[in-house]
């Protein structure tokens, strides 16, 4: 699914055209792409990390009411936040 994500694409793009002039210079490219790989590393592995624990706790029949309730919570917030604002 990460491929049909426009805004990564988005980003690196914007990314490259802020900090390479014309004629890029291979030593910042390679430090750029190794910055933006270590960084979607450090954050993909904190987001398999979160989800396999939400995992756990919502197979408990109380834990999956309450986190429902939670994002039903939330959501209906920002609604009447967007509705009002």
Known sequence: ???LNSKAY???AAMFAQFLSSAPDMALVLWIA???TLNNLVAFTCWTMAGEL???KVREARTARLLNRG???????VSLWMALG
């Open 34 to 36: 190794t910055v933006f």
């Open 71 to 77: 994002c039903a919570l939330v959501l209906a917030s």
């Open 1 to 3: 699914m990460l491929v």
């Open 10 to 12: 988005a980003i690196i």
């Open 54 to 56: 939400t995992l756990r």
